[in-house]
């Protein structure tokens, strides 16, 4: 398993608008094989930062099938127009200790 990890910036006064954007977009990437979890987190350190932590079965699960479905386009459309910057996005695998995402 790997983790997609999107490091978001918005406009922070937006921040209420955006969550309640992603909540309605969860079931977007749930619908989809290949994703294992979801979780939205807050950067405390920064106002208007975000990290987005997806698990996918694999980085083509994420990267080949799910960035051509529909349901990827329904999210950008979604989530895109609170982005003050491009998403930055690595994958990451565990190496030491348990991760889990509900």
């Known amino acids: 398993m790997v983790f997609e990890i999107a490091r978001l910036t918005i406009d922070p006064p937006r921040a209420a608008e955006f969550e309640a954007a992603v909540a309605q977009a969860e079931s977007l990437f749930r619908a989809d094989a290949g994703c294992t979890g979801f979780a939205l987190q807050r950067v405390e350190e920064e106002a208007g930062g975000y990290q987005l932590v997806v698990g996918w079965t694999s980085i083509a699960a994420h990267n080949d099938v799910f960035r ?20 930055q996005v690595i994958h990451t695998s565990t190496v030491i200790g348990t991760v889990s995402i509900a």
């Open 68 to 87: 051509a479905t529909q349901n990827f386009q329904d999210w950008r459309a979604l989530a895109g127009p609170f982005f003050t910057e491009p998403p």
